[in-house]
């Protein structure tokens, strides 16, 4: 049974930082190409950053600068360090992990305000 565990979201302040984490089951990790998307109430799906098996990462214009995405295949996990947060990335954080298919975790919230 595959399974996208997604942990570290919260409440911040703008400017602030925080870091998510996604842990993997079920899947041979280091095959798969590692992303994390966000939803905000009212607005579509939007992608954040990807990282593939190579370590070669694409991030939204929205947070380049701001955003690392990053993989620790050893512990089957990806993260996104997010800093300098504003109000505007409040939304639920999706991961997801993609190579024959496509699998989605549950997502963690994250809001920004003062």
């Known amino acids: 049974q595959v399974q996208l565990a997604e942990s570290g979201g919260g409440l911040v302040e703008p400017g602030g930082s925080l870091r998510l984490s996604c842990a993997a089951s079920g899947i041979a990790f280091s095959a798969y190409s590692m992303g994390w998307y966000r939803q905000a109430p009212g607005k579509q799906r939007e992608l954040v950053a990807t990282?593939?098996?190579?370590?070669?990462?694409n991030y939204a214009d929205a947070v380049k600068g701001r955003v690392t995405i990053y993989r620790d295949d050893a512990k089957s996990t990806v993260y996104l360090q997010m800093n300098s947060l504003k109000p505007d990335d409040t939304a639920v954080y999706y991961c997801?992990?993609?190579?024959?298919?496509?699998?989605w975790g549950q997502g963690t919230q994250v809001t920004v305000s003062s």
């Open positions: 990282i593939e098996t190579t370590g070669r990462t």
């Open positions: 997801t992990a993609q190579w024959t298919r496509q699998y």
